[in-house]
């Protein structure tokens, strides 16, 4: 996997075989990201990255100079796998907490602009996420919530659904605290 822009483009990052997260394609990440350089200012956000496997996300939202990214990772192996990344990189401005995502989405300490969540496709109660992410203070107004998740899931009826996206086998559905209920 790769940073594919900002200060860190092109650096390769190689998990060790032993982790078993799945990294968001760069095509999709590259995707992804443009959608939300369309709408945000990133040196202006925070960022909230849920289920952080490898930190992949973390990491391009820091190379394109957002200096608030919090990241959570549950699983220890892939913690120090992150941990040790963001040293190597000298990435001061990514925070990150080892804790189960459930447990800090209801004690999380501040709001965010933007919460990104890439949970196993398997997860229970996938769909209960985007309500246990918009409901309370942990999104900020004007904010988004994106969510990685398999073709299985369909959010286009969740009262605070804006769109969803898909790239290859990867899906985004984006999700604001005040609904527009329309897919582009």
Do not use: C
Request: hydrophobic share 35%; net charge positive; charged share 30%.
């Amino acid at each position: 996997m790769r940073i594919i822009r900002g200060r860190y483009r092109r650096h390769t990052i190689v998990p060790p075989r032993t982790l078993k997260a799945r990294p968001t394609t760069d095509m999709a990440k590259e995707a992804l990201f443009t959608i939300l350089e369309n709408n945000f200012d990133l040196s202006e956000v925070s960022v909230l990255d849920l289920f952080s496997g490898t930190g992949s996300i973390s990491y391009e939202f820091a190379s394109r100079g957002t200096r608030q990214v919090m990241l959570v990772e549950n699983d220890p192996r892939h913690y120090r796998f992150i941990r040790d990344t963001l040293r190597q990189l000298d990435m001061r401005e990514v925070e990150t907490v080892k804790g189960n995502v459930f447990s800090f989405l209801r004690h999380a300490p501040r709001a965010f602009d933007i919460v990104f969540a890439d949970p196993p496709y398997d997860l229970p109660d996938l769909e209960k996420l985007p309500d246990m992410v918009l409901k309370g203070e942990l999104l900020r107004p004007r904010g988004w919530f994106v969510l990685e998740h398999s073709r299985k899931q369909d959010f286009r009826h969740h009262p605070h659904f804006l769109f969803s996206k898909k790239y290859g086998q990867v899906h985004f559905s984006f999700f604001s605290r005040e609904s527009k209920n329309n897919e582009e």
